[in-house]
C-alpha cells in the first residue's frame, strides 16, 4: 500500500470518488452496484483526502448527484467514477479517461450532466468466466438485466473485497503522481 504523505496532494481541490449504483436494500450486493460496494471499500483505506459519493438517485440518473459538485472543466481532473462492465471478468479493473459511455446508462447520465467525457473512470469487472478464461457474459437484454440485477455469491464478493486494495493504490497514484502511471500500473 502508498504511504499518502509521498504524495503531492494539492489539498485546495476537492478529489472526488463517485461510486455507481442503485439506492435501497434490494439493490445491496448487486453485480450492478459494485461502484457503491467498491467505493465503500476503498473509503475506509482512504478517507480523509477524498470526497466520496454515493449518489441517492437511481442509476440512470447518476448525473443529477454529481454535477453541483462539478464547478468547473478543471474540476474534472479530480473526479473518478467507480462502475460495473460486463466486458471484464469478475475481479478485474481497468482504468480508463475520455471515453464515451460503452452503453453504461449511469455513466451516460454523468456525461450528459457535465458535458464532458474527461474525466477518469474506474471499471470493475462482473462477469464470471470459464475454466479456460473465457467470458460467460449472458445473452439476451432479458438475461443481462437478471444478471447485473443479480446477488453477488460470498466468494465474488471475498474477491472483490481483495481488487479494493488494487483500486485503493490505484485512486492514490492517480490523484497523488499521475493518471498516466496509474494507468501503466495498473491496466
Not at 86 to 109: E, Q
Not at 128 to 133: A, D, L, R, V, Y
Not at 154 to 165: A, N, T
Amino acid at each position: 500500500m502508498f504511504d499518502t504523505k509521498d504524495f503531492n496532494w494539492d489539498t485546495n481541490k476537492m478529489k472526488l470518488v463517485v461510486g455507481l449504483g442503485n439506492p435501497g436494500d434490494e439493490y445491496e450486493n448487486s453485480r450492478h452496484n459494485i461502484g457503491r460496494i467498491m467505493a465503500s471499500l476503498v473509503k475506509a483505506k482512504l478517507d480523509g483526502k477524498i470526497k466520496f459519493l454515493l449518489p441517492d438517485t437511481f442509476m440512470n440518473n447518476s448525473g443529477r448527484a454529481v454535477v453541483p459538485l462539478i464547478k468547473s472543466k478543471k474540476d474534472l481532473k479530480d473526479l473518478i467514477v467507480i462502475y460495473d462492465d460486463l466486458d471484464l471478468p469478475l475481479g478485474k479493473m481497468k482504468i480508463s479517461f475520455n471515453r464515451s459511455a460503452g452503453g453504461h446508462r449511469g455513466l451516460d447520465s454523468i456525461i450528459k450532466s457535465l458535458k464532458s467525457e474527461e474525466f477518469l473512470r474506474i471499471r470493475i469487472g462482473i462477469a464470471p468466466q470459464t475454466p479456460g478464461g473465457k467470458l460467460k457474459k449472458p445473452k439476451g437484454e432479458k438475461e443481462v438485466i437478471k444478471f447485473i440485477l443479480g446477488k453477488f455469491k460470498k466468494p465474488e464478493l471475498d474477491e472483490l473485497k481483495k481488487l479494493s486494495k488494487k483500486v485503493a493504490e490505484a485512486i492514490e497514484m492517480i490523484f497523488g503522481e499521475s493518471k498516466e502511471k496509474a494507468m501503466s500500473l495498473y491496466n
